[in-house]
């Protein structure tokens, strides 16, 4: 697992491609999963549509407690993209180490 992060407050969590797996889609196309944690919901929502638009299937978290329920629920996501500096119990960085952990 690889986690890489700017200094401008995004942190993603990649892992090595043999376990990325992806989502059947109604025409039998496959689509990488991410999992977006943006506390801010005008970025995240950019972030997601931008996403889409690239052919990623996503599911979204607004705090790392909500994208621990998502991540405890499937472990299927090809990426985690995350901020790190927001509101809560845990910030980005933490999340990704927890993630990792999984």
Do not use: W
């Not at 995004?10 to 977006?36: D, M, N, Y």
């Not at 499937?74 to 845990?90: E, N, P, S, Y």
């Amino acid at each position: 697992m690889d986690i890489h992060y700017d200094p401008g407050g995004l942190a993603a969590l990649f892992p090595p491609i043999s376990q990325v797996s992806c989502k059947t889609t109604e025409l039998g196309s496959f689509k990488p999963r991410l999992l977006v944690l943006e506390d801010d919901g005008l970025i995240r929502l950019d972030l997601i549509d931008m996403l889409c638009d690239q052919g990623y299937a996503i599911d979204e978290a607004s705090t790392a407690d909500e994208a621990l329920q998502v991540l405890g629920a499937t472990a299927d996501f090809a990426a985690v993209l995350t901020a790190i500096h927001m509101r809560g119990t845990m910030n980005g960085l933490s999340l990704a180490n927890v993630a990792h952990e999984r």
